[in-house]
């Protein structure tokens, strides 16, 4: 069956220090991959999408970046977190003609 | 672009009361409509699309293309379907079709 797994549950950053936030799949090959984030009272945004290794698509402007090094592992990254970065952040993935997502638990980011 | 409304940030009802969760959307062409529900402290998953038809623990949505609509129904509400709830909305083609999700709707059902 397949699994998603995100890293760490929640994170306290000062502002200017770098991100990493991970996420695996496993059981599946070629999915799609996704990283939204929740603000606090908002909805769920989706911030960067990958249909394969090393192809990233970004939805909106932004301090963040992501990466998709293997075929089932997709990271979101920034170089300076800023305090408007904290939120919610949930990687999701979806099998290629599936219409269902599944997502990860989350990370909830605080920065400081 | 795409869009879609949850007016309600909070709706609290007694349990066995109708519960109706509402969502509007905007986009131009054929989406796909979906309800997704995170419980306290377990991940956001599918609660039901409309092309399924399907009911799910009670809860129907009739996609209403007239109305630009796909509110969430349940007859008679339980303590269990307290939960936070997001409608999406996918394009019916293009690459990647990534969700675009509702702000949420928080659903208490009190005893």
């Known amino acids: 069956s397949q699994t998603i797994h995100q890293w760490p549950a929640t994170l306290v950053q000062p502002v200017g220090s770098p991100l990493s936030l991970e996420c695996t799949v496993e059981?599946?090959?070629?999915?799609?991959l996704y990283w939204y984030r929740q603000a606090a009272g908002r909805g769920l945004q989706l911030l960067f999408y990958s249909v394969g290794i090393g192809q990233i698509s970004s939805e909106v402007p932004q301090n963040l970046s992501a990466s998709r090094p293997q075929d089932r592992q997709f990271i979101l990254s920034s170089k300076k977190l800023l305090l408007s970065d904290s939120g919610f952040y949930l990687c999701a993935w979806r099998g290629t003609g599936s219409t269902e997502a599944f997502f990860g638990q989350g990370t909830r980011l605080t920065v400081v | 672009a795409q869009r879609v409304t949850q007016p309600e940030k909070l709706l609290s009802v007694f349990k066995g009361a109708p519960v109706e969760l509402k969502c509007n959307y905007s986009y131009s062409g054929s989406p796909e409509l979906f309800w997704y529900v995170q419980y306290s402290r377990q991940r956001l998953q599918l609660l039901l699309r409309h092309i399924s038809r399907e009911s799910i623990k009670g809860f129907t949505a009739d996609l209403n293309k007239g109305e630009t609509s796909f509110h969430l129904k349940k007859p008679f509400a339980q303590e269990e379907d307290s939960a936070m709830y997001y409608c999406?909305?996918?394009?019916?083609?293009?690459?990647?079709?990534?969700?675009?999700f509702g702000s949420g709707t928080q659903l208490t059902v009190l005893p």
């Open positions: 059981g599946t090959s070629n999915p799609n």
């Open positions: 999406a909305l996918r394009r019916a083609s293009g690459s990647a079709r990534q969700l675009t």
